[in-house]
C-alpha cells in the first residue's frame, strides 16, 4: 500500500484525524468526535451541561487521587450526549452521559439499534430550574401560569379559538409584573433543562387556564402540543448550551430573563439574581424539601459493555457516589448538587456498583 493510500485509510478509521466526523444517523446532527489519538483509554463523558460541573468537579478529583487519567468532559446537551452515547461500544466512544431528565425510549431503542443495550442509570441528586436576571435588572415573582402565558406560541382567544401569543411585556401578563419587554434566553431543544422547563413550568401553567383544561379533556395530544411549544417570535431565544454565556447576557442586559439551573445561577448569586415562583425562592432547602416547585431529578448513564474496555470506569462510579462526593457534606454540595435522601443514596450506589441494568419501560 502507497502512502497516499496508508493516509487515507487511517483517516477513515482514526476520523479524529481527519477533518470533521459528522457521523450522525439521528435527526442529522453531528456526533462529538473520537478523542484524540492516545486518549482512547481515558473515560470519555458527554451530555447535560447542568450535570457537567459536577463531572468535571469528580474527574479532576479522581484524576489527582487514583492511577488512572483524567476523565474527558464534553458539554454537548442532554439530548445530544445520547446522540453521542448510542453511537456505539468501544474505548473511542462514551462511556458516560450525563442527563437533566431521564432517558427516553426513544433514545434507548437508538442505543439499542447500535449494539449499546446494557445501561445503568444513577441518579445523583436535584436541581431547581430558576428564571434569573441580572442584578440591576427589577425582580420578578411569577407564578406557573404567567410563565405559560409569557412563553406560549398560541393562547386563547376568549371566543374559543386561539391566536398568536400577543404579550410583549411581562405587564400584558399581569399588571402586577414589570413594564419590560418579554425577552427570555433559554436552552435549546437538545437540552435536558428545556425539557424539564416545559414539562414542570410550561404544562403545568397550562393546567391554570380553563381553556387548557378543557382542551386536555377531549384532546390530551393536542393539549401537549399547546402547553409545551414556546413562540418563536424574539420574545424566546435559544441560547446555546453554554451557562456561562448566558450569565454574561444577564449581566450585561438587565431586562434579559435568563432559564438556567439552580447550581450555575447560584454559583454567580453575586451576579445574578433568581425570581421567586409562587413566592418561594430557589434555594438549596427549598429545592431538598420539594417546596420549590420547578426542579427535577438529575442522572448519568453507564455503558456496561464499556467497564471492560476502559480503565477506570467502574472506580470513577464508584468515586462519585460515596459520601464525600455527594451527600450532604461532600465536595458536590458546594457545586450546588441538591443530595438524594440518605436511603436512596444508598440504594443507587448499590445498584451502581451492583452494574443492576435499566430496563425499558414495556
Avoid at 180 to 189: L, Q, S, T
Wanted: aromatic letters at 8%; one cysteine or more.
Amino acid at each position: 500500500m502507497g502512502l497516499k493510500q496508508l493516509v487515507m485509510a487511517l483517516c477513515l478509521i482514526g476520523l479524529a484525524a481527519c477533518g470533521d466526523s459528522q457521523l450522525s444517523a439521528f435527526d442529522g446532527e453531528p456526533v462529538p468526535p473520537p478523542p484524540p489519538l492516545g486518549q482512547a483509554d481515558r473515560i470519555r463523558i458527554v451530555g447535560s451541561s447542568t450535570v457537567a460541573p459536577f463531572s468535571t468537579t469528580v474527574a479532576e478529583q479522581f484524576g489527582a487521587s487514583t492511577r488512572f487519567a483524567t476523565p474527558i468532559v464534553e458539554t454537548t446537551g442532554t439530548g445530544g450526549g445520547f446522540k453521542a452515547f448510542c453511537h456505539g461500544v468501544g474505548p473511542e466512544q462514551p462511556s458516560i452521559s450525563n442527563a437533566s431528565r431521564p432517558i427516553k425510549s426513544s433514545e434507548l431503542n437508538l442505543c439499542a439499534e447500535a449494539g449499546v443495550n446494557q445501561l445503568v442509570e444513577v441518579k445523583i441528586g436535584f436541581d431547581g430550574i430558576v428564571l434569573a436576571s441580572g442584578k440591576a435588572g427589577p425582580d420578578f415573582d411569577l407564578t406557573k401560569e404567567q410563565i405559560f402565558r409569557a412563553l406560549a406560541v398560541e393562547l386563547p382567544d376568549g371566543n374559543g379559538g386561539w391566536v398568536a401569543n400577543p404579550n410583549r411585556l411581562w405587564s400584558d401578563v399581569s399588571a402586577e409584573l414589570p413594564a419590560i419587554p418579554i425577552y427570555v434566553y433559554g436552552p435549546p431543544p437538545t437540552s435536558g433543562t428545556r425539557d424539564a422547563f416545559v414539562e414542570i413550568a410550561m404544562e403545568l401553567g397550562a393546567e391554570a387556564v380553563p381553556e387548557m383544561v378543557a382542551l386536555e379533556e377531549t384532546d390530551p395530544e393536542a393539549f401537549a402540543r399547546r402547553a409545551t411549544t414556546i413562540r418563536t417570535d424574539d420574545a424566546w431565544v435559544d441560547a446555546g448550551e453554554n451557562d456561562t454565556a448566558m450569565i454574561q447576557t444577564l449581566t450585561k442586559n438587565p431586562n434579559v430573563v435568563g432559564v438556567l439551573g439552580f447550581s450555575s445561577a447560584e454559583q454567580n448569586g453575586d451576579r445574578i439574581k433568581a425570581a421567586r415562583v409562587n413566592g418561594i425562592e430557589p434555594t438549596f432547602n427549598n429545592i431538598a424539601t420539594g417546596e420549590y416547585r420547578i426542579s427535577r431529578s438529575m442522572f448519568f448513564y453507564v455503558k456496561v459493555q464499556n467497564v471492560p474496555l476502559v480503565p477506570g470506569l467502574m472506580e470513577f462510579v464508584d468515586a462519585f457516589t460515596r459520601e464525600d462526593s455527594w451527600g450532604p457534606e461532600g465536595y458536590l454540595a458546594e457545586k450546588g448538587l441538591i443530595p438524594l435522601p440518605e436511603e436512596e443514596r444508598a440504594r443507587v450506589r448499590e445498584q451502581s456498583l451492583a452494574l443492576t441494568l435499566l430496563e425499558a419501560e414495556g
